[in-house]
């Protein structure tokens, strides 16, 4: 079945760095891809999403390209802030199975930035 | 303000003695569906609603039910909780079903321990 893989937590780094997190996936088709955000206490917030395959999602300095080769959708940040701590978590959007909408979601990785 | 709403956000309970958590949505959306989240798992899907009185299994549904007689309401039934229902549980909706790329909301979890 469908399945999502993100690198290991937990990941620390200094404020200003530069901020990749690894997620590739496996799927039938061609899956909607996404990244969510989960600030301490809260639920969980659509950070961005990709369609198709070479689609670049963005926001809030984020960035993440679908690469349908690679199966991967990588998230990229180039300078990180304090307030970007928060667990991250990789999803994608599979094949339609009896009309379920399902997100898959990968386990989650732990970001911390110290200032 | 749209928004998803859990009740309650935490909870103790002990062995056998059953609980609902409730879930609201106030977006007049048709897809609802209810998640835990474990450490190292990533969110699972536990059930999910189409629309009123449609509602299915997800990938974890053992030891769980859902009943959807209003579209705002999705109520997570636990009949006889058991330690391994410790978790965080969150609530998440969405204007339409499949064949869609709408956004799913979460709600901003119930944490639930059984002793």
């Known amino acids: 079945g469908d399945s999502v893989t993100q690198m290991e937590g937990p990941v620390t780094l200094s404020e200003e760095a530069f901020l990749t997190i690894n997620c590739t996936y496996t799927?039938?088709?061609?899956?909607?891809l996404f990244w969510y955000v989960q600030y301490p206490g809260e639920g969980l917030q659509l950070l961005l999403k990709?369609?198709?395959?070479?689609d670049k999602g963005s926001n809030k300095g984020f960035e993440a390209t679908y690469r349908k080769e690679t199966t991967s959708f990588h998230l990229e940040k180039g300078s990180v802030q304090v307030s970007d701590s928060a667990v991250y978590f990789c999803a994608l959007r599979g094949v339609i199975i009896q009309g379920a909408q399902k997100l898959v979601f990968g386990q989650g990785t732990r970001l911390t930035i110290n200032p | 303000e749209a928004q998803v709403t859990q009740n309650p956000r935490y909870l103790i309970t002990v062995t056998g003695k059953k609980l609902t958590v409730t879930c609201s949505q106030n977006m007049n959306h048709e897809y609802m569906s209810w998640y835990r989240q474990d450490p190292g798992l990533g969110l699972r899907q536990i059930y999910y609603?189409?629309?009123?009185?449609?509602?299915d299994k997800g990938d974890v549904p053992e030891g769980y039910k859902v009943s959807r007689k209003e579209k705002r309401n999705f109520p997570l039934i636990l009949e006889s909780p058991s330690p391994n229902q410790t978790s965080l549980y969150f609530c998440a909706s969405s204007l339409r079903g499949p064949y869609s790329t709408d956004t799913q909301y979460f709600g901003p979890g119930t944490r639930l321990t059984v002793l």
């Open positions: 799927a039938t088709g061609y899956p909607s």
């Open positions: 990709a369609t198709k395959a070479d």
């Open positions: 609603s189409m629309n009123v009185e449609v509602t």
